[in-house]
């Protein structure tokens, strides 16, 4: 079976600080899915990336990076100063590959304050 | 714009009532997905569909039922067996697994159930 573990329930920052969500997945599979989503206040879930599990590369979008490690079984979310845009739900899922569905984390709420 | 159309994005039941949440897509997508998000719990997957006319369980079906008629429609109906219903229900779709892109699901803006 899969998992995926959000340990951080609530993050509350202050505008300009860096933080890291973390996300711990656990899988049988050899080839694998991750990815993350953020889930505005509006409650759509927006996509933010997805990593194979053959690509450890580290990634960077703009203020956004992504740091896998397969040895831990992790993939956490760093944002790089942080802004009160920033605040969201944030969601780390894994794919299962017989259903071609998601399976999500209990999702991190991180509140930026101004 | 291409998208997904998920209505009422509010709706109040009563109890012993049926409702049915609409979901349409015009991506083109061959798979459709519905999701129910509970606070705290993240999202639970109710049903999934691969393909027209075929449809197979999550893993927290009891209570709900769908159809998949047309490719760009796939609705869910809440019974009245469905012991809790009050939730935030997401519908989300993905395009076929062999296309470039495949496996990102993109959600619709959800309909919030209320159980009075």
């Known amino acids: 079976a899969q998992k995926v573990t959000q340990a951080q329930t609530e993050i509350s920052v202050v505008e300009k600080e860096d933080v890291t969500l973390d996300c711990v997945y656990e899988t049988r599979d050899t080839t694998y899915y991750l990815f993350w989503y953020k889930q505005p206040p509006s409650g759509e879930l927006v996509f933010l990336i997805r990593r194979n599990s053959f690509d450890e590369q580290n990634e960077i979008s703009g203020r956004y990076s992504w740091n896998f490690q397969k040895s831990t079984s992790s993939f956490n979310f760093t944002i790089t100063a942080s802004q009160v845009v920033d605040s969201a739900v944030y969601f780390c899922a894994l794919l299962d590959t017989g259903r071609r569905a998601l399976t999500f984390g209990s999702g991190t709420r991180l509140q930026v304050q101004p | 714009d291409g998208g997904i159309t998920q209505s009422p994005k509010y709706l109040f039941r009563k109890e012993g009532q049926n409702v049915t949440l609409s979901c349409e897509q015009n991506l083109n997508h061959d798979a459709m997905y519905w999701y129910r998000q509970d606070p705290g719990q993240g999202l639970r997957l109710i049903y999934y569909s691969q393909i027209v006319n075929d449809f197979q369980k999550g893993d927290i079906a009891e209570g709900y039922s769908v159809s998949r008629e047309k490719k760009e429609s796939f609705p869910l109906t809440v019974t009245s067996a469905q012991k809790n219903p009050t939730a935030f229900y997401l519908c989300?779709?993905?395009?076929?697994?062999?296309?470039?892109?495949?496996?990102?699901?993109?959600f619709g803006a959800g309909s919030r159930l209320t159980v009075l």
């Open positions: 989300a779709s993905s395009i076929a697994p062999q296309v470039s892109g495949a496996n990102v699901l993109t």
